[in-house]
């Protein structure tokens, strides 16, 4: 099906663990995003993809990691979860000069 | 910084009546503003979008008004639905920045039937 999934849906980790939350999009945009939603934070943005292999930072960066080593996929890392890190992380794709079109979300648990 | 905020953070509307949410941004350079809609438990949705060569644009019972001289956004929605219900994001982009999307906090809208 052509769109943006995220998956998992739901997670829940222990403090310490490694977790990986995965993005995949078939429109071949150049653009990706994770964002994570807290309450009274809107969404704030943790890294962004302009292409393949390129990767930046955004407002909410640290405890996180990126790659994109394929257009279609851009997987978030949470290396060594903290329990500061339960939220809800929305992926994003657009082209330049577009709007972003979202996932629907992983609510992560971090206990 | 930059930084996009809303001015209201709930706002609540008989249904028929007609509902303005502002935003207020920060970052002169932005080029490029979009409202999202986000129902509970879902993704934030594309509504509208503006770029700053424009002042207004109409949709399907939406307008989004931009006023480059105070940094204001609004999105004016025409006889509001209780469907309408949901939270409202502006966002900002700045293309030169790699197309880096900015959200600004969300303003809660309530319609009464």
């Known amino acids: 099906d052509a769109g943006i999934t995220q998956s998992p849906r739901y997670k829940i980790t222990e403090t310490g663990r490694q977790v990986t939350l995965m993005c995949h999009q078939t429109?071949?945009?150049?653009?990706m995003f994770w964002y994570r939603q807290d309450l009274g934070h809107g969404l704030r943005l943790i890294y962004y993809?302009?292409?393949?292999?390129?990767?930046d930072k955004g407002e909410v960066p640290d405890g996180y990691v990126v790659s994109r080593s394929k257009t279609e996929n851009f997987p978030l890392t949470l290396e060594s979860a903290t329990r500061s890190q339960t939220s809800v992380y929305f992926c994003?794709?657009?082209?330049?000069?577009?709007?972003?079109?979202f996932g629907q979300g992983t609510r992560l648990t971090v206990v | 910084g930059e930084s996009v905020g809303l001015h209201l953070p709930t706002l609540s509307v008989q249904e028929g009546d007609n509902s303005i949410i502002n935003c207020a941004y920060s970052?002169?350079?932005?080029?490029?503003f979009i409202w999202y809609k986000q129902e509970s438990g879902k993704g934030p949705q594309f509504i509208i979008d503006?770029?700053?060569?424009?002042d207004k644009r109409q949709g399907q019972r939406v307008t989004v008004l931009l006023n480059k001289t105070v940094k204001h956004l609004s999105l004016q929605i025409a006889a509001t639905q209780p469907g309408d219900s949901a939270v409202y994001f502006c966002?900002?982009?700045?293309?030169?920045?790699?197309?880096?999307?900015?959200f600004g906090q969300g303003t809660e809208l309530s319609v009464k039937p």
């Open positions: 503006i770029r700053s060569n424009m």
């Open positions: 994003a794709s657009s082209e330049l000069g577009g709007e972003a079109f």
């Open positions: 993809s302009a292409a393949a292999d390129i990767t």
């Open positions: 970052n002169s350079a932005s080029d490029y």
């Open positions: 429109w071949s945009h150049s653009y």
């Open positions: 966002a900002e982009k700045v293309n030169n920045q790699g197309g880096k999307l900015i």
